[in-house]
């Protein structure tokens, strides 16, 4: 029988797969390569998440990535905004194109305005417009003007998921905004997307940042099916485990596995992190009364605080203290967590001064 990994085993296998056991030397760019990219809906989360997972790190590092085109924004797994780097975003947008096909279609307010419309002219007229970066009320207005009996908002969303659109500077910038302005992957990269890429390769890459992990798993990860088939074949490769309900959990064979009592340090992650949200099962990093009694607490702009590797706080920025919001935590791991909090505070806001962490007990 395959050994049991129980949920403190996994919590620790993750935060050592997902670098916050102790903040790394890696570079901004290896880092987003490792982890198969950062969600980055919200534009600040990289910078709080590679932060919390880097030594020394520079904001102005990210900045400068993009800037060089190294790394970019677009919508990979989940059908969601990431940060992954050029390689990545050539590689992992044809494969999530089911995703987001299936999107398109399950979309109440645009899809039945798409019934009956043959996409192909309004794609072919989309992507030679978008090879230079256009806002989405460009976009629309250059679409209703070419196609005056169709909606131009359900023609938008159609470009938006049948096109490898990329989000361009100054979106996505540290310290700056920007409205959404996109362009095409390949005219942005100057490369086409990888033409018939390797599924199996991304499997055994999530194992890597994210394992050791179920089928369901995988699938939450990246919302693509029929996985099964694929783990099947990578199972002469990998090694398997079972977790404390019985379920096959699979995972490369060297990979770092630490043991259940490893110390976990106070960690700050952002409103979204894929530590977060790439596991069918999230018990590995928060109980599911914990998660009850925090999103009362939570909601929309509240990020999240590991304390011995578990969510156990939500915090968020309030009149420019970081207010944290906690379930019940010994007096010395308060101040662990306020100490922490202080030093996020002062890399969100390098003029913090006046400002400080505020520890909030939940009901």
Not at 21 to 50: C, E, F, I, K, W
Not at 263 to 282: C, G, K, Q
Not at 328 to 354: I, M, Q
Request: glycine share 6%; proline share 7%.
């Amino acid at each position: 029988m395959s050994e049991l990994l129980g949920r403190r085993a996994l919590n620790r296998a993750t935060l050592e797969r997902q670098l916050l056991l102790r903040r790394t030397s890696l570079s901004a760019l290896d880092a987003v390569q490792h982890l198969v990219g950062l969600q980055a809906q919200v534009p600040a989360n990289p910078y709080t998440a590679l932060w919390s997972r880097l030594e020394g790190f520079r904001p102005e590092e990210v900045s400068e990535l993009l800037l060089g085109r190294q790394l970019v924004r677009v919508s990979v797994m989940r059908g969601t905004i990431h940060l992954v780097t050029a390689d990545d975003c050539l590689l992992l947008r044809p494969l999530v194109q089911p995703i987001l096909t299936a999107e398109l279609r399950r979309h109440r307010d645009l899809s039945p305005k798409l019934d009956g419309v043959d996409l192909a002219p309004v794609l072919a007229f989309a992507r030679p417009l978008l090879e230079a970066p256009r806002t989405g009320p460009q976009l629309r207005e250059a679409l209703a003007a070419r196609f005056p009996r169709l909606d131009p908002a359900a023609l938008a969303y159609a470009c938006r998921c049948h096109l490898a659109l990329v989000q361009v500077p100054p979106r996505g910038l540290w310290g700056r905004s920007g409205q959404v302005t996109s362009t095409t992957a390949e005219t942005w990269l100057g490369r086409p997307l990888v033409a018939d890429p390797s599924l199996d390769d991304v499997v055994l890459r999530y194992l890597a940042a994210f394992g050791p992990a179920t089928v369901s798993d995988i699938t939450t990860w990246s919302r693509l099916t029929r996985l099964r088939e694929i783990v099947e074949r990578l199972r002469p490769q990998l090694r398997t485990f079972r977790d404390e309900r019985g379920r096959e959990l699979f995972d490369l064979p060297d990979a770092p596995r630490p043991a259940p009592d490893t110390p976990a340090p106070i960690r700050f992650l952002p409103e979204y992190d894929n530590v977060l949200l790439s596991h069918s099962d999230r018990s590995r990093v928060i109980s599911e009364d914990d998660r009850a009694a925090l999103s009362r607490a939570g909601g929309v702009g509240h990020g999240s605080v590991l304390v011995d590797g578990f969510a156990r706080a939500v915090w968020r920025i309030e009149d420019g203290d970081l207010v944290v919001s906690h379930l019940p935590l010994a007096k010395r791991t308060l101040a662990a967590v306020a100490a922490e909090g202080r030093r996020l505070l002062r890399f969100l806001d390098h003029d913090s001064s006046g400002h400080d962490v505020r520890c909030v007990a939940l009901d």
